[in-house]
């Protein structure tokens, strides 16, 4: 099956500094890769996602970059902020069934 | 807004006791999960259902934990006899198909003592 790892654990960071969370995954056949944040206590909730026909997607402060030749792929949060404290998973699907193999978490803190 | 729902939210037993958990499906989503979330061991995938047959069960421990959806608004994870290494966050989650987002629900937090 897929194995998903996710580096670093925990990632502490100044507000308005960028923060990079790091995957890698093994099926070569995953396609899809989506980043799921959970806050203390709350259920996690998707904040973005990219197919393996794109290299590079962003949404506002988030951006997620894959290499497919590489098998990994990275979360990026520039200017963060307090709110942005949480743990964030990445998660890997080769499609057929739409299995979600999850990463360990990365429990970010941004230091106001 | 539509949402996974998820009975009980909290859940104290004693060990040796049956638990019952249950799952509503955001309505037309046709991909049912169940997930258990420890800190040690992060989100572990027990079970999920496509169009409610069990697609992948290999997670579960077969011995005491059941999963099954008797219609399509209804998934329920069933732990019996539950054991302290239980004690857990047992999330829902549902699904359009293929590639596409999973919606989680609130979680139950079950606590064997």
């Known amino acids: 099956g897929e194995n998903v790892e996710q580096h670093p654990s925990t990632l502490s960071v100044q507000e308005g500094d960028s923060a990079v969370i790091k995957c890698t995954y093994s099926d070569s056949a995953s396609n899809y890769f989506p980043w799921y944040k959970q806050e203390l206590g709350k259920r996690p909730q998707l904040i973005i996602d990219i197919r393996s026909n794109v290299g590079e997607k962003k949404d506002q402060r988030i951006a997620v970059t894959l290499n497919k030749t590489a098998k990994h792929f990275s979360l990026h949060i520039t200017e963060t902020q307090p709110e942005d404290s949480a743990v964030y998973f990445c998660a890997a699907s080769r499609g057929t069934g739409n299995q979600f193999y999850f990463g360990t978490g990365t429990s970010l803190t941004v230091i106001p | 807004d539509a949402r996974v729902t998820q009975t009980p939210r909290d859940k104290v037993t004693e060990m040796g006791q049956e638990v019952t958990m249950r799952c509503q499906p955001i309505l037309g989503h046709n991909t049912v999960f169940w997930y258990r979330q420890t800190m040690m061991q992060g989100l572990e995938l027990l079970a999920y259902f496509r169009n409610r047959a069990p697609l992948d069960d290999s997670g579960m421990p077969k011995d005491r934990f059941s999963a099954e959806m008797p219609d399509a608004t209804l998934a329920t994870l069933k732990i019996q006899p539950s054991e302290p290494r239980d004690s857990a966050v047992y999330f829902c989650?549902?699904?359009?198909?293929?590639?596409?987002?999973?919606?989680f629900g609130q979680g139950t937090r079950l606590t064997v003592v």
């Open positions: 989650a549902s699904g359009l198909g293929v590639n596409t987002e999973a919606f």
